[in-house]
């Protein structure tokens, strides 16, 4: 195996696999690690070369699939420009707020209730539609994605209508998954109390993406409506 960060090869035994050396190596490499634990690690490997990306690299050599998902996200950038754009009070903060004001308090509901190994296949079925829902319309949306329900100007050159991909089907994706995601985690979790507050969230929701479509039509004004009439389907 050799190290990513500096080239140095060894022999690999069988209880440290080639990607542990890597990492291994590139940690020292890297002086990412205190030096009283450094001893551990020169037992595995023979580095010395100090590279503050080893570890990185080291990632990044064995993970392209997971550097290819991330690339077609969103950039923070935009995602930030969009948040500090409009005015204080007026893009719609209190659904934000009751938003994932109630995505916390789901994730750290309680009282359970009875299930069984169904409800657990079927809510990991859900959590995983959810999650891959939210990507998808992350991916679509690229640098108009934004936490306010109010859209970004389209006079600024960074708005637009996105009526392809996932949102040719439903006009609200992203809701959509995190309904379902939330659904799966209060079976999988047998939680009344999250499966509850799964319920308030709906409402929240569909008041938020209420308001969301006023914004888009004073935005895009026909050609949003169009949209509305072509896509009759709000979370389904």
Known sequence: ASCVAC???TMVSKTL???????LCALKCSALVPHTHRSLINRSTNCSNKNYHAVLLAVKGNGGELDSILSSLPSPEAVKMNMVEG????RGE??????FGLLLLIAIGGVPFVGDDM??????????AGLLSVYKAATDLKSNLSPWPVPADPKSGRGSLVDEGIYSYIRHPMYSGVLFGMIGLSLVTDSVTRLLLTGALYFVLDAKSNYEEEKMIDAYGLEYEDYQMRVQGKFL
Do not use: R
């Open 7 to 9: 080239g140095t090869t």
């Open 17 to 23: 696999s080639t990607l542990s050396f890597s990492v």
């Open 87 to 90: 005015k204080v009070g007026e």
């Open 94 to 99: 209190q659904y934000v707020v009751a938003q």
């Open 119 to 128: 409800s657990s296949f079927l809510g990991l079925s859900l959590i995983f």
